[in-house]
């Protein structure tokens, strides 16, 4: 199994950024597939969901509105379309597959002026 992020960088408050997750070494397209980060300081925590079939979804309140998943069977991938973004949303970001479990080695993002 190997998951790889992408995507990550530094961008001003306000700004957008998508994350990329692309996934190997299982088959993509039976599992549900999510999006944690740990800021600095602070305990990893859950961003995103999406479930497979059906494509349903879940995120967390701090993020809900501004963040989007989706995903890419054919691609076996996974993405996490950041808007509006804050200095708080400031952190590590990783793939994880909950059934497996497996965790990518994750990105940086840094909200910052």
């Known amino acids: 199994v190997q998951l790889v992020e992408s995507g990550g960088g530094l961008v001003q408050p306000g700004g957008s950024l998508t994350l990329s997750c692309a996934a190997s070494g299982f088959t993509f397209s039976h599992y549900a597939m999510s999006w944690y980060r740990q800021g600095p300081g602070k305990e990893r925590e859950f961003v995103a969901l999406i479930t497979n079939p059906g494509g349903f979804t879940n995120y967390a309140g701090a993020v809900k509105g501004r963040f989007t998943i989706s995903r890419d069977d054919d691609k076996h991938a996974v993405y996490l379309h950041m808007n509006s973004l804050k200095p708080e949303d400031t952190a590590v970001y990783y793939c994880?597959?909950?059934?497996?479990?497996?965790w990518g080695q994750g990105t940086q993002v840094t909200v910052s002026s």
């Open positions: 994880y597959v909950p059934s497996l479990p497996y």
